[in-house]
């Protein structure tokens, strides 16, 4: 029982190198997410898609490109890292036509110095 | 103003008391509203979610929802050491099907 799978579990980059976090489900989910979450600011959603072929920017979008591979993946992409991305990231996806629980994965931790 | 707002704790209760924990949402079309825990170093996970008026329970847990006052809470009876975490709301609007919001959280202890 994977559920959601992010690599890599943590990460460190120097400012302006870039790196892909990635995400698979194998749940047959239609949506999936990626989340920030910082020290008290609770998770905040940068990029979601509801269906392969989709992207939607979400409440902090700047400084990150999503792509939908395939119904399975959704992978994040920093293109010239920033210290201000330091951060714990999530990937989660749900059944959209049950409109419910999102499912996460264990958080990607990276560090940017 | 932020979309989801939670009441900013952290909150300590003795065990056995009534942990109540707030939850304000902007968007009149909010449809749904989750709450997830999440113990320090791991992922959220769902405890309730509830989409009417009224009130919600699921053993030790009662969400409650007032649409009008743009306000759902949830309660936990009987509060247990095994509760302290952070709690979560999420808010998935009508006009937004896929976009789930979350609030900062509230931190929460239980003291034995």
């Known amino acids: 029982n994977a559920g959601v799978t992010q690599t890599p579990k943590f990460q460190v980059l120097k400012t302006g190198q870039s790196m892909t976090l990635q995400c698979a489900q194998d749940?047959?989910?239609?949506?999936m997410y990626w989340y920030r979450q910082d020290p008290g600011m609770g998770l905040r959603l940068i990029y979601y898609?509801?269906?392969?072929?989709?992207?939607d920017k979400g409440e902090v979008p700047n400084g990150y490109n999503v792509s939908r591979l395939n119904k399975r993946e959704f992978s994040l992409r920093l293109e010239s890292a920033a210290p201000s991305q330091t951060s714990v990231y999530f990937c989660?996806?749900?059944?959209?036509?049950?409109?419910?629980?999102?499912?996460f994965g264990e958080g990607s931790r990276l560090t940017v110095l | 103003q932020k979309e989801v707002e939670q009441n900013s704790g952290p909150l300590s209760v003795p065990e056995g008391a009534i942990a109540s924990l707030n939850c304000t949402y902007s968007?009149?079309?909010?449809?749904?509203f989750f709450w997830y825990r999440q113990y320090s170093g791991k992922s959220p996970e769902l405890i309730m979610f509830?989409?009417?008026?009224g009130d919600k329970e699921d053993g030790r847990f009662t969400a409650q929802l007032n649409k009008a006052s743009q306000y759902v809470s949830l309660l936990i009876r009987d509060s247990q050491p095994s509760d302290s975490a952070t709690y979560l709301c999420?808010?998935?609007?009508?006009?937004?099907?896929?976009?789930?919001?979350f609030g900062p959280g509230t931190s929460l202890s239980v003291i034995p």
């Open positions: 989660a996806s749900r059944d959209r036509a049950a409109a419910g629980e999102l499912f």
């Open positions: 749940m047959n989910h239609n949506s």
């Open positions: 898609s509801a269906s392969e072929g989709t992207t």
């Open positions: 968007d009149r079309g909010s449809q749904s």
């Open positions: 509830i989409y009417s008026n």
């Open positions: 999420a808010v998935n609007r009508r006009t937004s099907y896929d976009k789930v919001i």
